[in-house]
């Protein structure tokens, strides 16, 4: 499982088998093992490199929309991380896009609140999966000034239907501010 999610929530990323064996904190030879069954069934591709094999996803797998979609989903919703962001104090609005639900987006996660870099980089690093997260963080009253403005960076966020809220505390100062 946690191969299938590396592979598929950033299929940009190459990897070689000991960098996977640090990251996902697994035996040589179970990662070996998985990894040459997934390049059988067809899900990765192996090519050698400067004396190492790396291996990557190949997105042209007739399953691999549909399983990059599931492992997004399993991710946003049941995620320690996602928990934790939730329970932060003075958190007003999370939004789960980009690698979290399969999509193509200029970020991965947007934070609306009084959120230090450093708090949410020390929570992104407690799980591999998200050790490449792209996010942004705003203050409230900067969200709500850009989302009145209608700024293209927030709008094309919050108004796509794939991505997930999963925490929205500002909703009546979202519709107020999109009003004006």
Not at 75 to 89: G, H, N, W
Not at 114 to 139: G, H, R, W
């Amino acid at each position: 499982m946690k191969l299938l999610s590396t592979f598929l929530l950033h299929p940009e990323q190459e990897y070689f088998i000991r960098e996977l064996t640090r990251l996902l904190n697994e035996q040589i030879n179970s990662i070996r093992r998985e990894l040459e069954n997934l390049r059988r069934v067809g899900l990765v591709k192996a090519r050698h490199r400067n004396r190492k094999k790396y291996y990557r996803v190949d997105t042209e797998f007739f399953l691999y929309t549909e399983l990059k979609s599931i492992f997004a989903k399993e991710v946003q919703a049941d995620s320690p991380i996602v928990a934790s962001l939730k329970k932060l104090p003075h958190v007003k609005l999370v939004v789960l896009a980009g690698a979290f639900v399969g999509t193509e987006s200029k970020v991965d996660l947007l934070v609306v609140g009084e959120v230090k870099k450093e708090m949410l980089e020390a929570l992104l690093l407690q799980d591999p999966t998200f050790k490449n997260v792209k996010y942004s963080i705003f203050t409230e009253g900067d969200f709500l000034y850009r989302l009145s403005l209608r700024d293209r960076f927030i709008s094309e966020i919050t108004n796509d239907p794939r991505h997930l809220m999963v925490m929205n505390a500002i909703q009546q100062e979202m519709a107020d501010a999109i009003a004006k």
